[in-house]
């Protein structure tokens, strides 16, 4: 085994560091942070110089500081920030006329607003269109190696790094190079493997929360943000911020590799951290907000590109092994099964789970097929199984790391997956793997000094990355997820069938009789029914034909419609099934004519009584079709339409158009009965055939009990951050009609979404003056929430014509809540933005009169 390379207590201490409360920026930007109330509360110490402000502005309102413009942005920035846990940017702002453009971010901290200021670089190339180009790059790879290989590529392409490397995490946290693109003069780094230690927890919880991280110059002078603790003792949380400052540890490290800059953006898989593209620089390096930007977008689609290729390939294991577990259920419960054949059947389809030996332990016997333990060795490994949590796989690829007896047969049984099969007495199928003696190329020794720190004992960086091996013994291949997902689906598997036997085992003679006794009556029951439809069809189908060889085609073809349709019955265990499915079967028979059918309004669900009649009705639609009516040609097309009516009676309507000139038929063959009478004598629906020069149409009309439509999903609902409580009834009252004016749609939405769970039925949307005095001018409003900025103009003529029509509203504005709205409107209720469901409440109480219900203003047409 391999000792451990550090002292737990160092490795505590390194994991501890608080990096996200380091209380300092990098050089390359100025932060400063607002409170609720818009004052400043804290600054970095190069605030006042970077930003071209007066240096005393913290305590002061932000306004004072900033005009009124930029802060209108930035409510409205944050609208849109508050509860996503994002950052939100502004590109291209001036503080003043003349003034340098900033590229600015904008996040929330606790009770603080943090914005960010970064000197705007004002690039030429359009982020999208290169996002869109790197993300084609990435897509069109085919396999996970070669789309974390053009990642690489095109991240180095955006951004200039000297190195550009995909790292993918472990399940122990360790890490490897598995792709990379690099200056010619660099050595590879490509295959190399780091210890977790090299990215603490704490860093690699930061990396899940802020997928970018950039540090532009490992010797740059860092910037403290003043002052360290606010009013009530609390540190800054930077967690969210691009410019926080970083952990002399990292900096250390950075500068043993010979990196002067780096940057890293987070790989996330399944909600999970499963990589890291880093990029490094042999000297300072500072990105602009814009290109961060674009890389962190581009991270977030490659990381969406990787998990669904991961995906395919996970799908594409699981499908082939549920074929074999499929065959080996099937073999498990045939009638002779028993639990130690287990090792047998398994070991006939290897590709289930790959394993050198297996063994079963069942009511204590023991069986073993290949390398396994000895009988007494593998006794003494069932009783340490005995304390493994109940009803769970068990997995390691180092059994003797937590199994010391194991070092004696590393090269029968290294690594182990064991699947429990009952409770008590606990019994045992488990899969052994052999040793596999292997090299591993780590980028530098994985060990680190201990030195005292601030923090007690910790590690610090090692000095070489120069690569060095080791031999890593008494392990075996790793489980992979799909093998663990396999021996799980085993174990419910066997449970059942082995719980299944012991029922069966203990039920009664007499009543698997009657058991016997009612299958037998009921197969005879529908033996007679089949029969008796059976020779219906050869009776009704010779009455028409006009030789043999057509009444054996119109036999063999109905009887295999009736064969697809009980497929489809007995495929979904006599479920009901979408008339779709029965449609694609009937029409895949015919050949490539699937694009020739379209199916419009809700999916129709036949219950299972009614599928057999629909089967035929729909061979003689489709049959008729072929022969004589819209597919006997090229132009023909078919149109089923179905709905619903309130009684729950589900209509289909299959018309056809482009084929011959249909008329009614002068004499009634056995397809006409079928159209004509099966749907109202089998299911008492109704069957009505119409012979119209476009083509011939059917309509039918299927009760409830034979037939329903697919309800839509229901929309989900989330309550109000602040309050699950209903608004007053006088509020709800109020806001039955609204009219809402914004000119941003991601406010739009959010306000429409507010209105309503506060009560409001209707909410009508307009972006400017005109269309706002459009909508008052053709419906009657109880009423309305006004933007004050419409971009060029303003909604101040809406609001005088609405006080003049005595309508209630409210004005909603990112200036805050000392904007003058002139005489006539001084006494009208102003919402600052973000919006919030207690403020806007508390903007409507003062609409409602006391002691009456609020009074909704008539519109003059």
Same mark, same amino acid.
């Given at each position: 085994?391999?000792?451990?390379?550090?002292? =737990?207590?160092?490795?505590?201490?390194?994991?501890?560091?608080?990096?996200?409360?380091?209380?300092?920026?990098?050089?390359?930007?100025? $932060?400063?942070?607002?409170?609720?109330?818009?004052?400043?509360?804290?600054?970095?110490?190069?605030?006042?110089?970077?930003?071209?402000?007066?240096?005393?502005?913290?305590?002061?309102?932000?306004?004072?500081?900033?005009?009124?413009?930029?802060?209108?942005?930035?409510?409205?920035?944050?609208?849109?920030?508050?509860?996503?846990?994002?950052?939100?940017?502004?590109?291209?702002?001036?503080?003043?006329?003349?003034?340098?453009?900033?590229?600015?971010?904008?996040?929330?901290?606790?009770?603080?607003?943090?914005?960010?200021?970064?000197?705007?670089?004002?690039?030429?190339?359009?982020?999208?269109?290169?996002?869109?180009?790197?993300?084609?790059?990435?897509?069109?790879?085919?396999?996970?190696?070669?789309?974390?290989?053009?990642?690489?590529?095109?991240?180095?392409?955006?951004?200039?790094?000297?190195?550009?490397?995909?790292?993918?995490?472990?399940?122990?946290?360790?890490?490897?190079?598995?792709?990379?693109?690099?200056?010619?003069?660099?050595?590879?780094?490509?295959?190399?493997?780091?210890?977790?230690?090299?990215?603490?927890?704490?860093?690699?919880?930061?990396?899940?929360?802020?997928?970018?991280?950039?540090?532009?110059?490992?010797?740059?002078?860092?910037? =403290?943000?003043?002052?360290?603790?606010?009013?009530?003792?609390?540190?800054?949380?930077?967690?969210?911020?691009?410019?926080?400052?970083?952990?002399?540890?990292?900096?250390?490290?950075?500068?043993?590799?010979?990196?002067?800059?780096?940057?890293?953006?987070?790989?996330?898989?399944?909600?999970?951290?499963?990589?890291?593209?880093?990029?490094?620089?042999?000297?300072?390096?500072?990105?602009?907000?814009?290109?961060?930007?674009?890389?962190?977008?581009?991270?977030?689609?490659?990381?969406?590109?990787?998990?669904?290729?991961?995906?395919?390939?996970?799908?594409?294991?699981?499908?082939?092994?549920?074929?074999?577990?499929?065959?080996?259920?099937?073999?498990?419960?045939?009638?002779?099964?028993?639990?130690?054949?287990?090792?047998?059947?398994?070991?006939?389809?290897?590709?289930?789970?790959?394993?050198?030996?297996?063994?079963?332990?069942?009511?204590?016997?023991?069986?073993?097929?290949?390398?396994?333990?000895?009988?007494?060795?593998?006794?003494?490994?069932?009783?340490?199984?005995?304390?493994?949590?109940?009803?769970?796989?068990?997995?390691?690829?180092?059994?003797?790391?937590?199994?010391?007896?194991?070092?004696?047969?590393?090269?029968?049984?290294?690594?182990? $997956?064991?699947?429990?099969?009952?409770?008590?007495?606990?019994?045992?199928?488990?899969?052994?793997?052999?040793?596999?003696?292997?090299?591993?190329?780590?980028?530098?020794?994985?060990?680190?000094?201990?030195?005292?720190?601030?923090?007690?004992?910790?590690?610090?960086?090692?000095?070489?990355?120069?690569?060095?091996?080791?031999?890593?013994?008494?392990?075996?291949?790793?489980?992979?997820?799909?093998?663990?997902?396999?021996?799980?689906?085993?174990?419910? %598997?066997?449970?059942?069938?082995?719980?299944?036997?012991?029922?069966?085992?203990?039920?009664?003679?007499?009543?698997?009789?009657?058991?016997?006794?009612?299958?037998?009556?009921?197969?005879?029951?529908?033996?007679?029914?089949?029969?008796?439809?059976?020779?219906?069809?050869?009776?009704?189908?010779?009455?028409?034909?006009?030789?043999?060889?057509?009444?054996?085609?119109?036999?063999?073809?109905?009887?295999?419609?009736?064969?697809?349709?009980?497929?489809?019955?007995?495929?979904?265990?006599?479920?009901?099934?979408?008339?779709?499915?029965?449609?694609?079967?009937?029409?895949?028979?015919?050949?490539?004519?699937?694009?020739?059918?379209?199916?419009?309004?809700?999916?129709?669900?036949?219950?299972?009584?009614?599928?057999?009649?629909?089967?035929?009705?729909?061979?003689?639609?489709?049959?008729?079709?072929?022969?004589?009516?819209? $597919?006997?040609?090229?132009?023909?097309?078919?149109?089923?339409?179905?709905?619903?009516?309130?009684?729950?009676?589900?209509?289909?309507?299959?018309?056809?158009?482009?084929?011959?000139?249909?008329?009614?038929?002068?004499?009634?063959?056995?397809?006409?009965?079928?159209?004509?009478?099966?749907?109202?004598?089998?299911?008492?629906?109704?069957?009505? =055939?119409?012979?119209?020069?476009?083509?011939?149409?059917?309509?039918?009309?299927?009760?409830?009990?034979?037939?329903?439509?697919?309800?839509?999903?229901?929309?989900?609902?989330? =309550?109000?951050?602040?309050?699950?409580?209903?608004?007053?009834?006088?509020?709800?009252?109020?806001?039955? %009609?609204?009219?809402?004016?914004?000119?941003?749609?991601?406010?739009?939405?959010?306000?429409?979404?507010?209105?309503?769970?506060?009560?409001?039925?209707?909410?009508?949307?307009?972006?400017?003056?005109?269309?706002? $005095?459009?909508?008052?001018?053709?419906?009657?409003?109880?009423?309305?929430?006004?933007?004050?900025?419409?971009?060029?103009?303003?909604?101040?003529?809406?609001?005088?014509?609405?006080?003049?029509?005595?309508?209630?509203?409210?004005?909603?504005?990112?200036?805050?809540?000392?904007?003058?709205?002139?005489?006539?409107?001084?006494?009208?209720?102003?919402?600052?933005?973000?919006?919030?469901?207690?403020?806007?409440?508390?903007?409507?109480?003062?609409?409602?009169? %006391?002691?009456?219900?609020?009074?909704?203003?008539?519109?003059?047409?």
């Amino acid at each position: 085994m391999i000792a451990p390379l550090y002292d =737990p207590a160092a490795l505590a201490s390194c994991a501890s560091e608080p990096i996200h409360l380091l209380g300092a920026i990098q050089p390359m930007g100025a $932060l400063l942070t607002i409170s609720a109330d818009w004052n400043v509360l804290r600054c970095s110490a190069n605030a006042g110089a970077f930003l071209g402000v007066a240096d005393e502005m913290i305590g002061q309102p932000a306004k004072s500081v900033f005009p009124a413009d930029f802060l209108h942005d930035v409510r409205g920035r944050l609208q849109i920030a508050i509860g996503t846990g994002i950052v939100e940017r502004l590109f291209g702002c001036r503080l003043a006329t003349g003034s340098p453009r900033f590229d600015v971010a904008v996040h929330v901290s606790g009770n603080e607003i943090v914005l960010e200021f970064e000197a705007s670089t004002g690039q030429s190339t359009a982020p999208l269109g290169v996002l869109r180009s790197m993300t084609a790059r990435a897509e069109r790879q085919t396999s996970t190696q070669a789309i974390c290989q053009e990642a690489a590529r095109q991240m180095r392409g955006l951004t200039g790094f000297d190195r550009v490397m995909v790292y993918r995490f472990d399940d122990d946290d360790a890490g490897e190079v598995i792709a990379e693109t690099a200056a010619g003069t660099l050595a590879p780094f490509l295959g190399l493997r780091y210890p977790a230690s090299d990215i603490p927890e704490q860093a690699r919880a930061l990396y899940k929360r802020n997928f970018l991280r950039i540090i532009a110059d490992v010797d740059a002078d860092l910037i =403290p943000v003043l002052p360290v603790l606010s009013p009530e003792g609390v540190r800054l949380d930077l967690s969210m911020s691009g410019l926080r400052s970083v952990s002399p540890i990292h900096l250390e490290y950075l500068r043993n590799m010979g990196v002067q800059a780096s940057m890293s953006v987070s790989i996330i898989v399944g909600g999970q951290l499963w990589g890291l593209i880093a990029c490094h620089h042999g000297k300072a390096m500072h990105l602009g907000l814009e290109t961060r930007s674009t890389a962190e977008l581009f991270g977030q689609m490659f990381s969406y590109l990787l998990e669904a290729r991961l995906q395919a390939e996970d799908a594409a294991y699981d499908l082939r092994t549920h074929n074999i577990h499929n065959g080996v259920a099937l073999a498990f419960a045939a009638s002779d099964a028993l639990l130690k054949n287990v090792p047998e059947i398994l070991t006939s389809v290897a590709d289930y789970v790959a394993a050198d030996g297996i063994a079963v332990s069942h009511a204590g016997e023991i069986s073993l097929t290949g390398l396994t333990p000895t009988r007494e060795e593998f006794a003494q490994l069932v009783r340490f199984l005995n304390t493994t949590s109940a009803g769970q796989v068990f997995s390691t690829h180092c059994l003797s790391g937590v199994f010391p007896p194991a070092l004696d047969y590393p090269m029968r049984a290294a690594g182990m $997956l064991s699947i429990p099969v009952s409770r008590v007495p606990r019994d045992y199928l488990v899969f052994f793997r052999r040793e596999v003696e292997k090299s591993v190329t780590w980028a530098g020794r994985p060990e680190k000094i201990e030195a005292l720190g601030p923090h007690g004992v910790r590690l610090t960086p090692r000095k070489s990355f120069e690569a060095w091996r080791e031999t890593v013994r008494f392990q075996s291949p790793r489980w992979s997820k799909g093998e663990l997902r396999a021996a799980e689906k085993l174990r419910v %598997t066997m449970i059942e069938l082995i719980l299944r036997m012991s029922e069966s085992a203990q039920v009664d003679r007499n009543t698997a009789q009657q058991s016997q006794e009612i299958l037998i009556a009921e197969l005879n029951h529908r033996v007679r029914n089949i029969l008796g439809l059976v020779r219906g069809l050869i009776s009704q189908s010779a009455a028409t034909a006009v030789d043999i060889r057509a009444l054996v085609e119109s036999l063999d073809n109905r009887i295999r419609s009736l064969a697809r349709a009980q497929d489809l019955l007995t495929s979904s265990d006599w479920m009901p099934t979408p008339l779709r499915a029965l449609l694609s079967v009937e029409v895949e028979t015919y050949g490539n004519i699937e694009d020739r059918l379209t199916l419009t309004g809700p999916e129709v669900i036949l219950m299972p009584k009614a599928f057999t009649p629909m089967a035929l009705v729909v061979h003689e639609l489709v049959t008729n079709a072929r022969k004589y009516g819209a $597919l006997s040609t090229t132009d023909g097309r078919i149109t089923v339409t179905t709905s619903r009516d309130e009684a729950g009676n589900v209509s289909i309507a299959w018309c056809e158009t482009g084929g011959p000139m249909v008329s009614a038929p002068q004499r009634k063959g056995f397809g006409s009965t079928v159209l004509g009478q099966v749907i109202p004598f089998e299911l008492n629906g109704m069957s009505t =055939p119409r012979y119209l020069p476009g083509g011939y149409c059917l309509d039918i009309i299927l009760p409830a009990a034979a037939a329903t439509c697919a309800e839509p999903e229901p929309q989900t609902s989330f =309550p109000d951050e602040e309050s699950n409580a209903p608004a007053p009834a006088d509020i709800a009252r109020l806001l039955t %009609t609204c009219l809402l004016v914004e000119d941003n749609l991601f406010i739009a939405v959010d306000a429409e979404d507010l209105l309503r769970a506060l009560g409001a039925k209707t909410v009508v949307v307009a972006n400017s003056v005109a269309d706002a $005095l459009a909508a008052l001018a053709m419906q009657s409003f109880g009423f309305a929430l006004l933007d004050v900025n419409l971009g060029p103009e303003n909604s101040l003529p809406i609001g005088r014509y609405l006080k003049a029509h005595a309508i209630p509203f409210v004005f909603g504005t990112g200036y805050g809540e000392d904007l003058a709205m002139g005489e006539l409107l001084a006494d009208v209720p102003i919402v600052t933005k973000p919006y919030h469901r207690l403020s806007m409440l508390k903007a409507l109480t003062r609409l409602i009169p %006391t002691g009456s219900a609020p009074a909704a203003g008539r519109l003059l047409s």
